[in-house]
Every structure is written in structure tokens, then in C-alpha cells.
């Protein structure tokens, strides 16, 4: 059975769309408890897709600065 962070993760690669609650959440978790080694997985899967672009987060959408500007 995915734990909550399976799940979290599952959802944003299949939406690809990380909104700022189930980030708090994902951080939550990973901050309170030891995670299994399958969370730690899929925790660094989504850190890689949302480094290459697959999974857009929401804390960033309403604080990036546009491409212009720079």
C-alpha cells in the first residue's frame, strides 16, 4: 500500500502540478519521521521532474518573475 508520500508524489507526476498544500505536506512528513527508502524514491523522482520542468509547483508559479524582466 503508498504511504502518503507515494501518493503526493503520484498525483503531481500525473498532474503535473504540485500545488503549496501537498508541498507542505510532502515536507511535513519528510521533516517528522524517518522515511522507507521507497519514499525517499519517489520524493527525489519529483525533485527531478520538477527540476526538469515535468511538474510545475505552485509556490513558484506566483513568485516567478517573468522572462522578460530578467
Known amino acids: 500500500m503508498p504511504s502518503l ?3 503526493l508524489v503520484a498525483h503531481a ?3 503535473h502540478y504540485l ?5 507542505e505536506r510532502l515536507r ?3 521533516h517528522d519521521a524517518p522515511c522507507p527508502r521507497e519514499d525517499l524514491r519517489a ?3 519529483l525533485q527531478w521532474a520538477a527540476m526538469d520542468g515535468e511538474v510545475q ?5 506566483c ?3 517573468p522572462e522578460h524582466i530578467l
Open 13 to 15: 507526476l500525473r498532474t
Open 57 to 61: 509547483q505552485q509556490s513558484r508559479l
Open 43 to 45: 520524493f527525489m523522482r
Open 5 to 7: 508520500i507515494q501518493d
Open 63 to 65: 513568485c516567478a518573475i
Open 28 to 30: 511535513q512528513r519528510l
Open 19 to 23: 500545488s503549496t498544500e501537498a508541498e
